[in-house]
């Protein structure tokens, strides 16, 4: 990855374990709309989609599924978002990487406000020089936006410059589209075979051999 200047990472499952408050809180989603919890595989099919899509794959109907989003983040904003905590070695990833002169961002499918608040409270924000999430109000619903619009964020010209680091293969397939190549994060939610199948370029297993990919 000599080549390279630019490093996006995915946020749930790459740089924090956020899987407590997502699944708590959408049980609570369910719950409260009276909809039978899905099944634990199918709980883990919501860990790196976008929301609305998790929602309409099980509720179907679009208007249920944007009342369950409704209820998600109402217990997310308050609650959920701080069931969570980076992964170890993460910092000193972050230090590094920017020691060697990397520009890093974040490109998640969360919400952007919630992202900051996240990497806020773990102390993580400042190694960043732009943090993309999906809007509240619907814009950049899909992976592949997130990550033209950090590229936009940050200006990049040449793309092979850049890429994408995430756990699952929404952040495989985004990036693809988007025109980066992705490296996988072996210790997040992926369920066994996943990246590979889906073409990420290289997989870490751990946070230090991601590191010494750009040594």
């Not at 929602?55 to 904003?77: L, N, P, Q, T």
């Not at 940050?154 to 890429?163: N, R, Y």
Request: hydrophobic fraction near 35%; aromatic fraction near 8%.
């Amino acid at each position: 990855m000599k080549n390279k200047k630019y490093i996006l990472f995915d946020l749930d499952g790459t740089l924090t374990d956020s899987k407590e408050g997502i699944f708590r809180c959408f049980l609570h989603a369910f719950d409260t709309l009276g909809i039978p919890r899905p099944d634990d595989k199918t709980m883990r099919s919501f860990l790196g989609p976008p929301l609305t899509e998790s929602f309409k794959r099980v509720i179907g109907d679009d208007e249920r599924a944007a009342e369950g989003v409704r209820i998600y983040r109402e217990r997310y904003s308050t609650v959920g978002l701080f069931e969570n905590h980076p992964y170890e070695g993460i910092k000193e990833l972050l230090e590094a990487l920017r020691g060697r002169g990397y520009v890093l961002a974040v490109a998640t499918s969360k919400p952007e406000p919630f992202s900051r608040r996240i990497l806020e409270r773990f102390g993580l924000i400042g190694y960043f020089d732009t943090v993309t999430g999906c809007g509240l109000d619907g814009s950049l619903d899909t992976k592949a936006e997130v990550i033209a619009e950090t590229l936009r964020r940050l200006g990049v010209k040449d793309k092979s410059e850049a890429v994408m680091v995430g756990d699952r293969k929404h952040d495989i397939l985004g990036a693809r589209e988007a025109g980066l190549e992705c490296i996988g994060a072996g210790w997040g939610f992926a369920e066994p075979g996943e990246l590979e199948e889906n073409g990420a370029c290289c997989i870490a297993q751990t946070v230090k051999e991601l590191e010494d990919i750009f040594a």
